[in-house]
């Protein structure tokens, strides 16, 4: 079992920029890709990037130069710099882990962004 906790979500205005926190525990040396989604109100859920334990990252293309992902192995957390936030990016966002070799997915409570014009 992997525990997901997010923190750093809140109200930010356009042009702003918040870093998001998702720590973990448990079974994390099974834990192979975290990485973040997110689903605004009336949508999917989608993907917004991924980080493997190697380091090999990956975003959504539409999101790229603005949001950076990256992890502490130490401290078991992957973070998510958003910059230069806009109303769009208005969402709850998740913070996902994937295990291997036995998939699984775990998800985090969710964290509330809202981004003001």
């Known amino acids: 079992q992997v525990q997901l906790v997010e923190s750093g979500g809140g109200l930010v205005q356009a042009g702003g920029s918040l870093r998001l926190s998702c720590a973990a525990s448990g079974s994390i040396f099974s834990i192979n890709v975290m990485g973040w989604y997110r689903q605004a109100p009336g949508k999917q859920r989608e993907l917004v990037a991924t980080?493997?334990?190697?380091?090999?990252?990956s975003y959504v293309d539409s999101l790229k130069g603005r949001f950076t992902i990256s992890r502490d192995n130490a401290k078991n957390t992957v973070y998510l710099q958003m910059n230069s936030l806009k109303p769009e990016d208005t969402a709850v966002y998740y913070c996902?882990?994937?295990?291997?070799?036995?998939?699984?997915?775990?998800w985090g409570q969710g964290t509330q962004v809202t981004v003001s014009s």
């Open positions: 996902n882990a994937v295990t291997f070799p036995r998939r699984h997915d775990y």
């Open positions: 980080i493997t334990t190697g380091g090999s990252l």
